[in-house]
Nanobody, 119 residues
Framework: QVQLVESGGGWVRPGGSLRLSCAASENIFRGNTMGWYRQGPEQSRELVARITSGGLKHYVDSVKGRFTISRDAAMNSVYLQMNSVKPEDTGVYFC?????????????WGQGTQVTVSS
């Protein structure tokens, strides 16, 4: 069974923090680079952070120094600690492999978790 379940989103004031969680099925998680993607209002989905199975991390410039990605192999889970959030961080956040998992040649996505940053 293939599964990606994101959680932890919500409303937060600028400068605040959130921690997103993603529970993945083992067949997606194990051995793969995992990423957090963001889709802002009327924007395309973009990869904001990724972590290899060995723990190497990469961030887009807009979140460097503010977001931290981590993974827990025992839990088949990946996390995104979001600090010093900004209004432009608003969007639906998805986790997935990088590149995205394909099922019957089509990208598979979970439901995502909404993050809203506003005062």
């Amino acid at each position: 069974q293939v599964q990606l379940v994101e959680s932890g989103g919500g409303w937060v004031r600028p400068g605040g923090s959130l921690r997103l969680s993603c529970a993945a099925s083992e067949n997606i998680f194990r051995g793969n680079t995992m990423g957090w993607y963001r889709q802002g209002p009327e924007q395309s989905r973009e990869l904001v952070a990724r972590i290899t199975s060995g723990g190497l991390k990469h961030y887009v410039d807009s979140v460097k120094g503010r977001f931290t990605i981590s993974r827990d192999a025992a839990m088949n889970s990946v996390y995104l600690q979001m600090n010093s959030v900004k209004p432009e961080d608003t969007g639906v956040y998805f986790c997935n492999t990088e590149p995205a998992t394909l099922i019957r040649s089509r990208p598979y996505w979970g439901q995502g978790t909404q993050v809203t940053v506003s005062s």
